[in-house]
């Protein structure tokens, strides 16, 4: 039985897209930032496919095809956007300004705790990716000879992490400006982060998936040039 389950080619998907379904019932439910719903959709995961006794390779032969959407739903996060196109156009040196700002110090702080916990090369340039979304971040982190596996759950962590802590965040801090909000979570927190800021308003979901493209383009040329300090 176990066999037939895991060789199933709509096993991994059906079990991945259940699992995350759970989770925005719980997060609708309850309410709170913690129950992320990505997290809780890997936790049910892990927890079947233990149970269960099968393999992550056979559940990741079906369950892969999902991430060829992933490029696909990135382009069309440009709507929201568009919506807003006049709100980038006033904006534009300070959108510009905050995206340069958080990729940079994506980069230095990566290389400065590298460097803390004596990191070898291959390890900094696996999380040098790790606020840009996972189709970019994979690229990256092969292209410079990091550990892709790792360079994509570091992206994941970074997301829910980032989704989890925004609203706390921006509560300390006193950021209340839209454009500001969308913005951070958009640089720091990509894919995931935009889903976070889409649920605060449109002008946060817009800015944020500006925020995605440009950071992930400035990250392609940053990282480049910051693999060879470590």
Do not use: C, W
Not at 84 to 94: C, G, M, T, V
Not at 199 to 217: P, Q, R, T
Request: without cysteine; aromatic residues 8%; charged residues 15%.
């Amino acid at each position: 039985m176990k066999e037939l389950i895991s060789g199933s080619l709509f096993f991994g998907p059906a079990l991945s897209l259940l699992a995350y379904e759970a989770g925005l019932i719980v997060k609708r439910k309850f309410k709170l930032a913690i129950l992320n719903p990505l997290l809780i959709a890997t936790t049910i995961i892990i927890g079947v496919l233990a149970v269960a006794g099968i393999e992550y390779e056979k559940y990741n032969e079906s369950a892969k095809y999902i991430s060829y959407f992933l490029t696909p739903a990135t382009v069309a996060l440009a709507v929201p956007l568009y919506e807003q196109l006049s709100l980038l156009k006033k904006h534009f040196a300070a959108v510009m300004s905050g995206i340069i700002a958080g990729v940079m110090a994506s980069m230095i702080s990566i290389l400065l705790l590298s460097k803390l916990f004596g990191l070898t090369h291959e390890q900094y340039v696996t999380l040098l990716p790790k606020s840009i979304t996972t189709a970019i971040g994979m690229g990256v982190s092969e292209e410079m000879g990091g550990i892709v596996t790792i360079t994509v759950a570091v992206i994941i962590i970074t997301g829910i992490v980032g989704g989890i802590t925004a609203e706390f965040v921006y509560m300390i801090f006193r950021i209340t400006e839209p454009v500001a909000k969308g913005l951070a979570l958009g640089t720091s927190a990509h894919a995931m982060g935009t889903s976070k800021a889409m649920e605060m308003g449109d002008v946060e979901g817009a800015m944020s998936s500006l925020a995605i493209a440009v950071a992930g383009l400035l990250t392609v040329v940053a990282a480049s040039v910051f693999a060879e300090f470590l």
